[in-house]
């Protein structure tokens, strides 16, 4: 009888390309995670700062999440972001049109990146 061929897959080169997409695509699945919670970080601050009269500013959770928040924000801070309102409630009004623009960024640029990462035919 004679010897069985090896499969393609059982090839060492095909089980490291396996292996390589595997944790390519499990990497593209962590930033993927990791951006949506910056994003829900973004909104959850955003909808803190809207709130304020309600919320205790100086329960610790909410000081993390609006530090985080403002943190991550970048160009689009609340404080000195791409849109400045001024008038009545004009804190709570930068804070969601500033920080909403960056979790939709953050959401993007995950999920861009995302694709990126994973091996072709797992996007």
Not at 33 to 39: C, E, K, M, S
Not at 54 to 81: M, R, W
């Amino acid at each position: 009888m004679p010897p069985k061929a090896r499969t393609d897959e059982s090839t060492p080169q095909r089980r490291t390309h396996v292996s390589q997409d595997a944790v390519r695509t499990q990497v593209a699945r962590v930033v993927r995670i990791v951006f949506v919670v910056l994003a829900a970080i973004l909104a959850l601050g955003a909808l803190l700062v809207v709130l304020r009269d309600s919320v205790n500013e100086q329960n610790s959770i909410v000081k993390l999440v609006t530090d985080i928040a403002d943190a991550v924000s970048g160009p689009f801070s609340k404080d000195d972001g791409i849109f400045d309102f001024s008038g009545k409630n004009a804190e709570a009004k930068n804070a969601l049109v500033n920080w909403g623009i960056a979790a939709v960024v953050y959401l993007v640029l995950g999920r861009v990146l995302a694709g990126v990462i994973a091996p072709k035919g797992k996007r």
